[in-house]
């Protein structure tokens, strides 16, 4: 028995585990751990955050966030500090954490770089409009049903 009602809507959501399977591959002679890199990408594009704020954004548990925010700070990627008149604590990339970012920011780059090249005859930019209208599409249904 199958429960798909073609082999289309099989086969997208096989593709789509194959992407999810490959978000936390590491680049050789990455600094940082997957965890750390999302953190730092959050911190450094999008700057300070308070620990909701970044659970929210990268949509995980805030006791997750936590854990993976601590540790960023004990390898000196994070730092923590008050802001006058507000109850939560804010987060910030340090320098240390801004040069890991870039590094490994780079290194997945590069192997981007490496895939688009194999892709051949196939563009970048048409793949970025492809997943940019799915995951815009996914999101206005996902909304539709509540």
Same mark, same amino acid.
């Given at each position: !028995?199958? /429960?798909?009602?073609?082999?289309?809507?099989?086969? /997208?959501?096989?593709?789509?585990?194959?992407?999810?399977?490959?978000?936390?591959? +590491?680049?050789? #002679? $990455?600094? &940082?751990? /997957?965890?750390?890199?999302?953190? @730092?990408?959050? +911190?450094?594009?999008?700057?300070?955050?308070?620990?909701?704020?970044?659970?929210?954004? &990268?949509?995980?548990?805030?006791?997750?966030?936590?854990?993976?925010? *601590?540790? %960023?700070?004990?390898? #000196?990627?994070?730092?923590?500090?008050?802001? %006058?008149?507000?109850?939560?604590? !804010?987060?910030?990339?340090? %320098?240390?954490?801004?040069?890991?970012?870039?590094?490994? #920011? !780079?290194?997945?780059?590069?192997? @981007?770089?490496?895939?688009?090249?194999? @892709?051949?005859?196939?563009?970048?930019? =048409?793949?970025? $409009?492809?997943?940019?209208?799915? *995951?815009? $599409?996914? =999101?206005?249904?996902? #909304?539709? =049903?509540?």
């Amino acid at each position: !028995m199958t /429960v798909w009602s073609s082999t289309v809507h099989r086969d /997208v959501v096989e593709e789509l585990l194959r992407l999810r399977r490959r978000r936390n591959d +590491l680049h050789p #002679g $990455a600094i &940082l751990d /997957v965890s750390a890199f999302h953190i @730092l990408w959050v +911190l450094c594009e999008g700057g300070p955050r308070t620990l909701r704020q970044l659970s929210e954004e &990268l949509e995980l548990e805030q006791s997750t966030v936590n854990r993976q925010v *601590n540790a %960023a700070l004990k390898h #000196g990627y994070v730092e923590r500090y008050d802001v %006058a008149g507000q109850a939560s604590r !804010m987060h910030r990339a340090t %320098a240390s954490g801004r040069e890991a970012f870039a590094h490994d #920011g !780079m290194a997945r780059v590069e192997r @981007l770089q490496g895939v688009f090249d194999d @892709l051949a005859p196939g563009e970048p930019e =048409e793949l970025l $409009a492809q997943l940019r209208a799915f *995951n815009d $599409a996914y =999101e206005r249904q996902v #909304g539709r =049903e509540g």
